[in-house]
């Protein structure tokens, strides 16, 4: 096949869909100039900025959410893939509805928690005990200091190109360069105690580990790396991290912010059927809602358990104010409750959808002469670009060496034009809430706008 080198920043069709989006999205701008001056950016997250501005959501229900020019837009980010059984589900608002005359807060332990905790113990196989708090990041900090005040060591091996949250003891390695800073303000300090390996390459990573062996407090994966460009680790790969951890007597954390309930109800650890030491779960948790966890081995997390212990033998975790709060805690009830009476017909669905975008969305660019890959797993889906002489994808190194900018016209041109917001160079989730139609929508609107690119070879 001949392989079509896509213009590096497409630039001319780039700047005819930046008109289009700004004809469309006339409040939108005029909401940015204003939110610029009340917040850094304009919003309060990285990640939802895109070029040239963001628009902004007025309501969402379903697989759709609008903006606040009334576009609609059917929604593969699914609120940064938490919301599998897409907005607003009956289920969760249910609850939500039923708890909030009842105490939002109570700040006391409280029966719901347990109630979750149950339920999280229930289907996630390393989760013995289970630990909630508010935010991913913060679920990821306390992992982290679980694993070293379990092995009294202090050093972490974290992927390259693998994002945490924005936890300053994991802001090491998350964007390339890998090896400078991710941010102004951060501790040189941190950097030290953390270790980078390449995902998927044991060689690498072994290296990492015989350098440093006896200081290794854990290492933390996502079995399906998610900012790192949606790539599912090899099943050698995560055996091979499982067997060393024991051997060196270190912690594995699977870190399921965005795998947990996703891609099967257990999680990725159900998936690949290896049982990491702790987890991270967080976004599905909630049903909607900021709920997070760290859970794993009773022998660990006991640690977390302060009564009688000194400073120097408890693991100072926090939970926070907000944690098990009563609305996230029900909302989270509601959701678990029904992925578990549903699990065959959900996950065959959504699964389904995501095998079909994958193989489908390759196959068209290819018949159009354009060489691009899809990664994912289950609901989850990403498109990359090849460059030259690239032939996969299967760390973030293939990610940062694959051709960025027209993945992000890619779909930047769907928001655009097409009223589908994939945020552009993120993770596309699938819901229950879509349909195969929606799907069908989606390859034709991707065969149009390869047609369109192929023209400009
Ligand atoms: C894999 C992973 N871990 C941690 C986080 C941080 O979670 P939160 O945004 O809830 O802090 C994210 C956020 O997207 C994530 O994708």
Not at 213 to 238: Q, T
Not at 399 to 416: E, L, T
Request: with cysteine; net charge positive; proline share 3%.
């Amino acid at each position: 096949m001949q392989a079509v080198k896509l213009k590096p920043n497409q630039e001319s069709v780039f700047a005819s869909d930046v008109s289009r989006y700004k004809e469309r999205t006339k409040s939108s701008l005029k909401m940015y100039e204003h939110a610029k001056r009340l917040m850094p950016g304009g919003q309060s997250h990285n990640a939802r900025f895109f070029e040239p501005y963001p628009f902004y959501a007025a309501k969402a229900k379903g697989k759709y959410i609008w903006d606040v020019d009334g576009n609609r837009y059917v929604d593969y980010w699914m609120g940064h893939t938490a919301l599998i059984l897409g907005h607003s589900p009956e289920v969760a608002v249910k609850a939500i509805g039923s708890q909030s005359s009842n105490g939002l807060l109570f700040g006391s332990a409280n029966r719901y928690a347990v109630d979750l905790a149950e339920l999280v113990n229930k289907v996630v196989p390393s989760a013995e005990s289970v630990r909630f708090c508010t935010t991913g990041a913060e679920a990821t900090m306390y992992a982290v200091r679980l694993a070293r005040a379990f092995t009294n060591r202090r050093k972490i091996i974290k992927m390259a190109g693998g994002w945490h949250g924005y936890n300053s003891a994991l802001s090491v390695g998350v964007s390339p360069p890998y090896d400078v800073p991710e941010s102004a303000g951060l501790v040189g300090d941190d950097d030290k105690f953390v270790k980078l390996a390449k995902f998927n390459d044991i060689e690498v990573t072994k290296q990492v580990f015989e350098e440093d062996s006896g200081d290794i407090a854990g290492v933390i994966v996502e079995p399906i790396i998610g900012a790192g460009g949606v790539i599912p680790a090899n099943k050698e790969y995560l055996e091979y991290l499982r067997t060393k951890c024991i051997e060196v007597g270190a912690i594995l954390i699977f870190e399921e912010i965005i795998t947990g309930f996703r891609v099967s109800l257990g999680g990725a650890q159900e998936y690949y059927g290896i049982k990491p030491d702790l987890c991270t779960l967080g976004k599905i948790l909630g049903g909607g809602l900021p709920v997070s966890a760290v859970a794993g081995r009773a022998d660990i997390m006991e640690l977390a358990d302060v009564a009688n212990k000194s400073k120097t033998h408890r693991c100072w975790i926090g939970g926070g104010t907000f944690s098990e709060n009563a609305l996230c805690m029900r909302a989270g009830i509601a959701t678990l409750s029904h992925l578990m009476r549903n699990r065959k017909t959900i996950y065959r669905k959504i699964d389904k959808l995501g095998e079909t975008v994958r193989s489908k969305v390759d196959a068209i660019f290819s018949e159009n002469g354009i060489r691009a890959k899809s990664t994912g797993r289950g609901s989850l889906f990403a498109t990359h670009f090849l460059s030259e002489n690239q032939e996969s994808i299967s760390s973030p190194a293939d990610v940062n060496a694959s051709n960025k900018a027209a993945a992000k016209h890619y779909y930047f041109s769907m928001i655009a034009r097409n009223g589908i917001f994939y945020l552009p160079a993120h993770v596309g989730a699938i819901s229950t809430a879509h349909e195969r139609t929606d799907i069908d929508d989606f390859l034709s609107v991707t065969e149009a706008y390869a047609k369109r690119i192929s023209r400009l070879e």
